[in-house]
């Protein structure tokens, strides 16, 4: 059998196993950008655009930019998107290896988890947006685009005054960070968390959010991260030369804390969950050690140990649930599982979070901002490990109303 066809049936495998669980319960839905099925203008030079897409599974290099002679026309309850700004992402990169359960398209595609743009021409039936508000949308995948084909649903407007990077930054990290914290921790001033992972996007949208809740922090990151974690109000723990239990169980006075948001491995799981306090909830939201060392020619077993690792963790779950211990608690997170189910909480909490941003209660750390022809840069910068904030790639100037504000 061709190892594309083995690659498949494993990938297509370990998806069901990941599904055993629901973890990947609305990806599959929530993520169409609709791009391949568009009807499109007639051809005209004005009508050209670019976009990047995935032509086969694998490195960076996969990532090509090709250029359409005609624009897509949005159908029934759909609009088109002019796009600004779109955020490149760990997930991204996953989509890219084709290791990612619930994005199993048809090749070639375009990644892009989150996207930020103007909305260019509107569908049959559509009502409440107008040509020329700019709006924001969790894609999931295929915003490295000029333009994007996107259901009016979930679309949120962007307030004036905020930059389209910014804006696009909050989306996936920030989202996910607000939710875990008040959603599903439900944290209240006062009460002491953990993270793992301080200094990423995720981590530094964690640390930001608890510090405006109130939440004393404890954050897990490298040896050459303890300053930037330092400077986000959290109490650094060096992971690689520390253990981040003993640390934290010392520094509570053998209480623990209310929470700890982990997106690491299960061996990792259980050892945070030895660091809750009684009737402390562990939120994990991801597999990165699973996840990070898939590469073009190992990507179908890894995608496997992605699938057995959940199936580790469910397991895990499983017995945490029927032998509770002392009112502690274990879930996961999805940010489109929560979307699909909560849609009205997916609007509400990203408006909340465009409210803080033009108040200046958060910023996100823009670490590198790059045009769209550089997308695979940006993802070796992620899969180099350096990275300190987010990086996103930015395709078109911000309208004149943003600038002057």
């Known amino acids: 059998m061709a190892y594309l066809e083995k690659r498949r049936i494993v990938r297509r495998l370990s998806c069901v196993a990941a599904f055993i669980g629901m973890m990947f319960v609305a990806m599959t839905v929530a993520g169409h950008s609709q791009l391949a099925g568009a009807a499109s203008e007639p051809a005209n030079p004005e009508n050209e655009y670019r976009q990047v897409v995935i032509s086969e599974y694998g490195g960076p290099e ?19 998107i002019r796009v600004l700004a779109a955020g490149v992402s760990f997930t991204d990169t996953m989509v890219r290896k084709g290791i990612y359960p619930g994005v199993d398209g048809e090749l070639p595609y375009s990644p892009g988890y989150d996207l930020v743009g103007v909305v260019d021409a509107l569908g049959e039936g559509v009502s409440g947006f107008r040509i020329g508000q700019r709006v924001a949308d969790l894609s999931v995948w295929g915003a490295y685009t000029d333009y994007a084909i996107r259901p009016v649903e979930h679309l949120v407007p962007v307030p004036e005054g905020v930059d389209s990077a910014d804006a696009v930054s909050l989306i996936l990290s920030y989202t996910t960070a607000y939710q875990m914290l008040h959603r599903v921790a439900r944290v209240r001033p006062g009460q002491t968390v953990l993270i793992h992972g301080a200094s990423g996007g995720v981590g530094t949208a964690l640390s930001q959010l608890g510090k405006a809740a109130g939440v004393k922090m404890y954050g897990t990151a490298s040896t050459g991260k303890q300053d930037y974690v330092s400077s986000l109000g959290v109490e650094p723990i060096d992971y690689k030369t520390e253990d ?47 996840t ?21 963790w469910s397991w895990l779950q499983f017995q945490w649930k029927i032998l509770p211990e002392e009112g502690r608690s274990a879930s996961m997170y999805l940010i489109t599982a929560m979307r699909d189910s909560n849609p009205d909480w997916f609007k509400e909490d990203l408006s909340a979070l465009f409210r803080m941003l033009a108040d200046g209660e958060i910023k996100p750390n823009l670490w590198k901002v790059l045009p769209l022809e550089d997308a695979a840069q940006g993802h070796r910068l992620i899969e180099g490990g350096g990275v300190e904030g987010k990086v996103v790639l930015r395709l078109a100037p911000e309208p004149v109303e943003t600038v002057l504000k």
Do not use: C, K, W
Not at 65 to 78: N, Y
Not at 270 to 280: D, H, I, K, Q, W
């Open 244 to 290: 981040f239990v003993s640390r934290v169980m010392t520094e509570t006075d053998q209480r623990g804390v209310d929470a700890v948001f982990d997106a690491v491995s299960v061996d990792n799981f259980e050892r945070s969950y030895r660091t809750l306090a009684p009737g402390g909830s562990l939120v994990v939201y991801g597999f990165y050690t699973a």
């Open 292 to 312: 990070a060392s898939a590469s073009e020619n190992t990507a179908a077993g890894d995608m496997l140990d992605v699938g057995l690792e959940f199936l580790r």
């Open 62 to 80: 996969v990532l090509d930019l090709i250029r359409h002679s005609t624009l897509p026309v949005p159908g029934p309850g759909e609009v088109r």
